[in-house]
């Protein structure tokens, strides 16, 4: 990732190896800020209350947790209770499950002395795993890019994004950003579409963050104009990340996912889904299966950013009583293809 125009992980382990620096997201765009991890109530609690969010990242961070949980009481009775505690943290996203199952089952053969610096190093291979896996999706999808562009080379090449599903949600690169990345530096002209992203606006605040950083051009739109842009043809495709891929292709991922895809398919737009394996999960049969995660209302009725002084302020949109599931269903049959390590896939 580009971050004050240099290249760096979104997350890493503290000088002394024994904790984890991630940047607290909430406060993006308005000011960087890096916080230090350093047991498991302080993982639990970043991915619970999404300092750090997206998927592949919620994955990186709980296995460090349970490394840091594991250097503290690395006993079967530790292991077992640190693993029940991030676990429960976010149930939507599959990849929290897979990274814990991954460190768990390296470090459950071993002696207690033995375990904690196994879990760090099963952590940190899974952080580099993760970059290679977001580069190869990058790779990919760039070749797709090129063939996109080329049917209309005299003008840039729209892209609209859901949510954030880059760099800032994965250790590096991202999932559906990782296309337009490669493709902006390879020298393809690319336009970005932003959703806002209601209600905690990923795609307005953390997406365009990214964009602006890499210098990607770009606008951030409201939710709703999805529909028109690709009605008046200024939409070439449509590129999101995914929580979770179920066995059958249907696409679990932040709420409004689902319009954009009918909209897509109403007008004629290819709809790509950006993942790696390890968002893929064939032990669920269908989207109907997924748990949705019920977030509070009060992300629904608050707004927050800097007021006409500069100083952060929350305001109140709205006093009516409000709902927020924070991921909707989209069906394997709105999806294009499938842009993962492997290649675009028509079905998963």
């Not at 179920?246 to 709420?255: E, F, H, L, R, S």
């Not at 398919?265 to 269908?286: E, K, M, Q, R, W």
Request: net charge negative; with cysteine.
């Amino acid at each position: 990732m580009i971050l004050e125009g240099t290249h760096t992980r979104s997350i890493a382990r503290t000088a002394d190896g024994q904790g984890i620096r991630i940047l607290d997201q909430r406060h993006l765009p308005w000011e960087i800020r890096w916080v230090e991890l350093r047991d498991l109530d302080a993982a639990a609690v970043a991915i619970r209350e999404m300092w750090t969010r997206g998927a592949p990242m919620i994955g990186a961070t709980a296995a460090y947790g349970l490394a840091m949980a594991l250097a503290v009481d690395a006993s079967d009775a530790g292991l077992d209770a640190a693993y029940g505690t991030l676990v429960e943290t976010r149930p939507t996203a599959i990849n929290l499950r897979w990274a814990l199952d991954q460190v768990r089952a390296a470090v459950q053969p071993l002696p207690e002395g033995e375990r904690a610096a196994a879990a760090f190093a099963r952590a940190d291979a899974i952080c580099d795993e993760d970059a290679e896996l977001c580069r190869a999706i990058g790779e990919h999808g760039l070749a797709l890019l090129r063939d996109l562009h080329a049917k209309n080379p005299d003008r840039p090449l729209n892209i609209l994004t859901h949510c954030n599903a880059g760099w800032l949600a994965t250790v590096d690169y991202g999932t559906a950003t990782a296309p337009i990345y490669l493709a902006h530096d390879a020298g393809i002209p690319v336009h970005v579409w932003v959703d806002e992203t209601r209600p905690r606006n990923q795609g307005a605040l953390l997406t365009a963050f990214e964009l602006r950083n890499h210098g990607v051009p770009h606008t951030v739109i409201a939710d709703n104009a999805g529909g028109l842009l690709m009605m008046q043809g200024q939409v070439d495709a449509v590129i999101v990340g995914t929580d979770r891929v179920t066995a059958n292709g249907d696409v679990c991922n932040k709420i409004g996912t689902y319009l954009k895809a009918l909209a897509a398919h109403d007008n004629g737009v290819p709809f790509y889904v950006a993942l790696p394996y390890t968002t893929f999960d064939p032990a669920t049969a269908s989207g109907a299966d997924i748990p949705i995660e019920a977030r509070s209302a009060e992300e629904v009725m608050r707004l927050t950013g800097p007021d006409e002084t500069g100083r952060i302020a929350t305001i109140r949109v709205t006093d009516s009583p409000a709902l927020n599931p924070a991921f909707d269903v989209t069906p394997a049959r709105l999806v294009t293809g499938y842009i993962t390590e492997r290649g675009v896939l028509a079905t998963i």
